[in-house]
């Protein structure tokens, strides 16, 4: 693979890829956030005017329930580290991108491209080896938590 197809196949392919997780880790940890702030604000509201409001405690208890649900899920899915992880790689990339492309130090010698892949494929590594052990921590969580609702 020559330079011109690592950076149009694999360097741009890995800033998209970065980019569009980020993005959408990013609008899940958002979207959870502001139902939890929703239900929040508006408990006291129906709390406050419970005798008023029909089924207001029913409703104040479902609001609750709403706000667990998506806090676990945020906190089970780590929507937000993952955001900032996916993030901080894709800017990463492409700040070793244009470093290459200016020819700007480390990239101003004339093994580069050498230097190039090496940070690149250092980087996806890294990344890789981080989701894998905070994927391979929250299965242990669960399998823990599984085998003390057992006993």
Same mark, same amino acid.
């Given at each position: ?9 694999? $360097? ?23 139902? &939890? ?7 006291? #509201?129906? =709390?406050? #005017?419970?005798?008023?409001?029909? #089924? ?14 998506? =806090? ?39 093994? =580069? #491209?050498? $230097? ?24 242990? &969580? ?10």
């Amino acid at each position: 693979m020559d330079q011109e197809q690592y950076i149009n196949q694999r $360097l741009e392919d890995q800033i998209c890829w970065y980019e569009k997780k980020g993005n959408y880790n990013k609008t899940c940890a958002n979207n959870l956030k502001t139902i &939890e702030i929703i239900c929040a604000a508006i408990i006291p #509201f129906v =709390a406050g #005017f419970g005798n008023v409001v029909p #089924f207001g405690s029913i409703i104040t208890g479902i609001l609750g329930v709403i706000i667990g649900i998506s =806090a676990g899920i945020a906190a089970l899915n780590k929507y937000h580290d993952n955001w900032m992880a996916y993030r901080t790689t894709s800017e990463m990339l492409k700040h070793e991108k244009y470093l290459f492309l200016t020819h700007t130090i480390p990239y101003d010698t004339s093994d =580069a #491209f050498t $230097l190039l892949v090496q940070s690149v494929e250092g980087l996806i590594s890294k990344e890789n080896t981080q989701w894998s052990s905070v994927n391979r921590s929250t299965e242990k &969580e669960k399998t823990n938590d599984h085998e003390l609702e057992l006993s």
